[in-house]
């Protein structure tokens, strides 16, 4: 029920930063929580940051003082804001809505990279 668009993924050197987006739609935003995740070639999803609909996170500890997750619930929009990116940071990020029914967005690959 609800559809998700991510953005802002793309080629970055080590150091530098990137910024994702995920725009929801179809479906009461505001109260759910959310989350991304990222999967590297051959290793399993894994939960990188989580928000809930009262603001609270949480973070893989790998990248905890390097990320930062916000949403903002007039735009129906959550946030991955990366910074001091690593090579082994490199993998598809994908936007999950936590509702009655999770929904995964697409998404958009991050490269780390000199």
């Known amino acids: 029920q609800v559809q998700l668009v991510e953005s802002g993924g793309g080629l970055v050197q080590p150091g530098g930063s990137l910024r994702l987006s995920c725009a929801a739609s179809g479906s009461s935003f505001s109260i759910w929580p959310m989350a991304w995740y990222r999967q590297a070639p051959g290793k399993q999803r894994e939960l990188v940051a989580f928000i809930n609909g009262g603001g609270s996170t949480n973070y893989l500890d790998s990248v905890k003082g390097r990320f930062t997750i916000s949403r903002d619930n007039a735009k129906n929009t959550v946030y991955l804001q990366m910074n001091s990116l690593q090579p082994e940071d490199t993998a598809v990020y994908y936007c999950?809505?936590?509702?009655?029914?999770?929904?995964w967005g697409q998404g958009t690959q991050v490269t780390v990279s000199s």
């Open positions: 999950r809505f936590m509702g009655r029914t999770s929904n």
